[in-house]
């Protein structure tokens, strides 16, 4: 814990010059939080456009810090007044309180990750960016490495795998900033709604220990969500608003139908529509140039304007890789038949037990009795936002309704509900929702709410140094040959797992699943893989 924080104020360090770099180059609302947000949104525009051309290791390392302490120089004014003026605001007990949260956030962070696709692609994904950068056609060797989100390229460059392969915490540090939002906010205007978005903090908590792509979504547009909803939007915020829901899309696609308030928040004005043009451009082409290197196309998981490159991921491996995705999110048994029609898989979405017919039944819920609150009877970008989401529920009802996909929907009107009844109730104790919310994250310290069970890897320990970054640090690599393609077998039960075994890692039952194996396109792995037919005798 005190490592992870130690290695969290190098990162603060950076994200904040790149942060006010970006401010200041592009002219956007200086509010601290929104500077560090800017800080992560351009050190991970950095990082991926750098591995196009070379590994995310210690030479990229140097190069970024010596890039960030000169640019410091230049700054050192604006800079010295954005460290001195963070906590101006805040009461001696905001201070004692955000501070503790400080301490559980970087408690939770050095623990064992329990997030699954932590030991499927995200440590893989990130090793490979750590040890060459973007290789062609990667997603032969895992279809899941095809996934690739710019998250995990954020990770990378600060994951500090030159020195340990136990740092993979910029999902704390992530939600530190978002709680400073809300004290700092609620500090400068007091709000009993922004309070009340603590008690939400048990989810969150449940992502932060792995570089999960959900937990950026539910940070962004939880602070989005209040900006939009209670405050003025004047250019420079507008630009930066653009800015958040652009990158949101560009670690996430299932957020896409949220860019339809682009369309409430860019205005006529000429300087915000080149803004918003030119930075789309820059996101959008580092995006397809990424897709295109990893699977072959540009516009992965589309399979829309297929150039045939000899590395691109077999079709028939990208189709049953997504239904079976899609399949996940309707019921537990992804072996459900795939002609299945829409009815049918809802019925089965709505059945679902546990903790995915928990989440199901409450976005329900939450999306029927919302009009009857004062919020969207009173303030019209609020309605705007219910119908929006209200599109994008229906959207991922369609494609794949996993419940963490609709948590920022469950999360802003989750808040809204319940700030809607303590209003009519003249509730105004904050202590007590404060404390119910440290609660609930010391609850979530020791349970895992994903599946409903006991933490058994807790470990006492990790006040001092994390953990590992996965939970199978016992299991036995075997080195074997399909080929000329070498790789290292888990053999680990489920074939998806790959935990952090040296590269190539893939479980061989993995190829007989998908009928497929990678092949090296030369005698250097750096060159990429191309994916070859299994043949059946």
């Not at 956030?105 to 994904?125: G, H, M, R, W």
């Not at 709680?179 to 048990?202: A, H, R």
Request: contains cysteine; aromatic residues 18%; glycine residues 4%.
């Amino acid at each position: 814990m005190i490592v992870v924080i130690i290695s969290w104020l190098l990162i603060f360090y950076m994200i904040s010059v790149t942060g006010i770099v970006a401010k200041k180059s592009l002219k956007l609302t200086d509010d601290p939080t929104f500077i560090l947000l800017y800080g992560i949104i351009f050190q991970t525009l950095f990082i991926g456009i750098f591995a196009f051309f070379y590994k995310i290791g210690s030479h990229f390392f140097i190069t970024n810090c010596c890039l960030v302490v000169l640019a410091s120089f230049f700054i050192r004014n604006e800079l010295k007044l954005f460290t001195s003026s963070l906590f101006t605001t805040f009461s001696l007990k905001s201070k004692v309180i955000f501070s503790l949260f400080i301490l559980l956030v970087a408690l939770k962070s050095a623990q064992l990750p329990s997030i699954f696709d932590n030991e499927t692609y995200y440590i893989q994904t990130i090793k490979w960016l750590n040890e060459f950068g973007y290789i062609k056609g990667i997603a032969n060797v895992h279809p899941f490495l095809a996934q690739c989100s710019f998250w995990h390229v954020f990770q990378s460059g600060f994951n500090f795998s030159f020195i340990s392969d136990s740092f993979n915490d910029v999902n704390g540090l992530l939600l530190i900033i978002g709680i400073y939002y809300f004290f700092q906010k609620y500090n400068t205007q007091p709000n009993i709604y922004l309070i009340v978005n603590s008690l939400f903090l048990v989810v969150y908590f449940q992502f932060i220990d792995a570089p999960s792509p959900d937990l950026p979504i539910l940070v962004f547009l939880s602070i989005f969500f209040n900006e939009f909803i209670f405050n003025n939007l004047d250019t420079r915020k507008r630009k930066s608003l653009f800015l958040f829901l652009i990158f949101l899309v560009f670690i996430k696609l299932t957020i896409a139908p949220l860019l339809l308030l682009l369309y409430f928040i860019l205005d006529k004005e000429k300087k915000i529509i080149v803004f918003a043009i030119c930075t789309g451009l820059i996101f959008g082409i580092t995006w397809i140039i990424k897709n295109l290197i990893i699977t072959g196309y540009p516009l992965f998981p589309l399979s829309l304007f297929d150039f045939n490159f000899d590395w691109k991921l077999p079709i028939e491996s990208m189709n049953y890789m997504y239904k079976n995705i899609n399949n996940l999110g309707y019921a537990e048994n992804v072996s459900i038949a795939h002609d299945y029609s829409l009815l049918e898989k809802l019925n089965f979405w709505i059945h679902l037990k546990g903790i995915n017919g928990f989440f199901n039944s409450s976005i329900i819920i939450l999306l029927f009795l919302t009009p009857f609150t004062k919020l969207y009877k009173s303030i019209k970008n609020f309605k705007i936002l219910y119908f929006v989401l209200l599109i994008h529920f229906v959207f991922l009802l369609v494609t794949s309704p996993q419940y963490r996909f609709f948590l920022p929907t469950i999360i802003c009107l989750g808040t809204v509900l319940i700030y809607d009844v303590l209003m009519r109730i003249n509730f105004s104790n904050n202590a007590i929702i404060i404390s119910l919310s440290i609660l609930l994250i010391n609850f979530s310290l020791f349970f895992d709410l994903k599946i409903i069970s006991i933490n058994e890897k807790f470990n006492i320990n990790c006040v001092i140094y994390p953990s590992s970054n996965s939970k199978h640090n016992s299991s036995r690599f075997k080195e074997k040959s399909i080929g000329n393609f070498k790789f290292y077998d888990p053999n680990l039960p489920n074939l998806y797992k790959t935990s952090n075994g040296k590269l190539p890692c893939v479980n061989n039952k993995l190829f007989e699943f998908y009928t497929f194996y990678p092949q090296q396109r030369t005698s250097n792995i750096k060159d990429g893989f191309y994916a070859k037919k299994i043949e059946n005798d």
